[in-house]
């Protein structure tokens, strides 16, 4: 299955959602991405803050969705509500998931993330 988006939704899209050299936004860009982990395929009024919950337990226990880098080196720079509710209309084709179908991907994901990083300190 391919990834369809669409930001054509969001109040001010070619202002909040592209960039010099029509470069998407990172932030946009990161919000399609994040969409599948924890399980989103739109972002609505009334979703928004329960949005921004889920991203931000999964960027404490697995990783940021937005990387950036400075000098060679990755920075994990974590993703705000404000970014969220500016992205009020953003849809994907990403599958959905319940409060307790996320729960139970992101302990998976962080188990996966902890054993990763304990077979490179080995």
Same mark, same amino acid.
């Given at each position: 299955?391919?990834?369809?988006?669409?930001?054509?939704?969001?109040?001010?899209? &070619?202002?909040l959602c592209w960039g010099e050299n029509d470069r998407m936004n990172p932030v946009t860009e990161a919000l399609i991405w994040a969409g599948n982990s924890i399980g989103f395929n739109n972002i609505t009024e009334k979703n928004y803050k329960e949005l921004y919950i889920r991203i931000n337990m999964w960027e404490r226990g697995v990783h940021s /969705?937005?990387?950036?880098?400075?000098?060679?080196? #990755?920075?994990?720079?974590?993703?705000?509500?404000?970014?969220?509710?500016q992205h009020i209309g953003l849809?994907?084709?990403?599958?959905?998931?319940?409060?307790?179908? /996320?729960? &139970?991907?992101?302990?998976?994901?962080? #188990? #996966?993330?902890?054993? #990763?990083?304990?077979?490179?300190s080995a």
């Open positions: 299955m391919s990834l369809d988006w669409s930001i054509e939704n969001i109040e001010n899209y &070619k202002e /969705f937005l990387q950036q880098s400075n000098a060679g080196v #990755r920075v994990d720079t974590p993703l705000t509500l404000d970014n969220v509710r849809s994907t084709n990403w599958s959905t998931m319940t409060n307790t179908q /996320f729960g &139970k991907h992101l302990i998976k994901s962080m #188990r #996966r993330e902890a054993e #990763r990083e304990m077979g490179r």
